[in-house]
């Protein structure tokens, strides 16, 4: 896999400080059901590596001793693949944290009792499908992923997510080295093609911009078309997006513990730094106050910033 880094490294960033700490994003592990193309985890069925039980405590901890932080975001790979995810969703949910899941849908049909379980701790879901057209989705994600996605809503669907107050939000990424389409109208496509066809419901659509990175960057240099893209990226750049981008009042912890400005940051092991350059572990981290606590940023930042703006939550403008 070819590092994008030193590439990014060379482009230069506004200086961002971090805001209220709001949302704990956890990496519970990089194995995953699937292979996307456009994954910037790299994530596959060949990762071995997942959080154990120690560290679940560790940001338990964190979670009850600073009670600014409303949600914990699981992502992985497919964090339900963690033995430990069930103990962790559960044990947060009790001292009144709202979960977050970043669920591919396939894994639904692999765990036939994990969309229960979701439903019983109201957990929201935030499930991946790049496109409403089966061909699309296919290229990207593999074989047949489109049909079991659909099934996987349609169980959600069942249980009352998308219709009540369990929170079913679906994510869109680009097919191609391109900016996502404007997430209103995306919004009003999905919702009216996915009900004519398959009568599914969700509440709503978040655009995410592809990131050079990971595999995917590896990707866009192979093609020859790094240079093209992040030049795309430099020139539909927003100032006023700086205001709201994710790592603002979010911090990323992977597998092993250890503390990000975001899960892009993780990637690109560019560990969240305070007064030095040593990676932080979150369990060093309890009585830290990290309020205006410099960001650190490289070239992919502008992946956050191009357009209507890009983050874990959607669009930004």
């Known amino acids: 896999m070819l590092d994008t880094l030193p590439l990014l490294q060379q482009i230069k960033f506004p200086h961002i400080k971090r805001d209220h700490l709001e949302t704990l994003q956890v990496n519970l592990g990089y194995m995953c059901n699937q292979q996307c193309i456009h994954c910037h985890v790299n994530a596959s069925p060949n990762r071995t590596e ?6 679940c405590d560790q940001i338990l901890a964190y979670l009850a001793a600073n009670p600014s932080i409303k949600n914990l975001d699981l ?4 964090p339900e693949l963690n033995p430990n995810f069930r103990y962790l969703v559960t044990a947060a949910a009790k001292i009144g944290i709202h979960v977050i899941d970043r669920c591919n849908l396939t894994i639904l049909l692999e765990q036939p009792d ?7 701790q109201q957990v929201e879901i935030i499930a991946s499908l790049p496109c409403y057209l089966e061909e699309n989705v296919d290229k990207q994600r593999g074989k047949g992923v489109f049909q079991d996605s659909i099934k996987g809503l349609q169980i959600l669907n069942a249980l009352g997510y998308g219709k009540s ?15 996502p389409p404007p ?3 995306l919004n009003k496509d999905y919702t009216k093609f ?13 655009t995410i911009c592809n990131m050079p990175i990971q595999r995917y960057g590896s990707l866009l240099v192979s093609k020859k078309l790094f240079d093209g893209y992040m030049q795309l990226l430099l020139d539909a750049h927003s100032d006023a997006n700086i205001e709201t981008v994710m790592c603002r009042n979010l911090i990323s912890i992977d597998w092993q513990g250890y503390v990000y400005d975001c899960d892009f940051n993780q990637m690109l092991n560019l560990p969240l730094q305070i007064n030095s350059n040593t990676q932080q572990h979150i369990s060093e981290l309890t009585n830290v106050d990290l309020n205006g606590n410099p960001i650190v940023v490289a070239g992919h ?4 910033t191009a357009g ?6 959607g669009a930004l403008s």
Not at 75 to 78: I, N, S, Y
Not at 114 to 120: N, R, S, T, W
Not at 301 to 304: L, N, V
Request: proline letters at 2%; aromatic letters at 12%; hydrophobic letters at 40%.
């Open 50 to 55: 997942i959080m154990t039980r120690e560290t």
């Open 75 to 78: 992502t992985g790979g497919a």
């Open 114 to 120: 994990l969309a229960e379980f979701l439903a019983a």
């Open 165 to 179: 107050d369990l929170i079913l939000n679906l994510v869109f990424n680009p097919q191609g080295a391109e900016l």
């Open 308 to 313: 209507q703006g890009s983050s874990c939550g």
């Open 194 to 206: 996915l009900w004519n066809n398959y009568k599914i419901v969700f509440n709503k659509i978040f």
């Open 183 to 185: 997430q209103d109208s």
């Open 301 to 304: 930042c502008y992946g956050c």
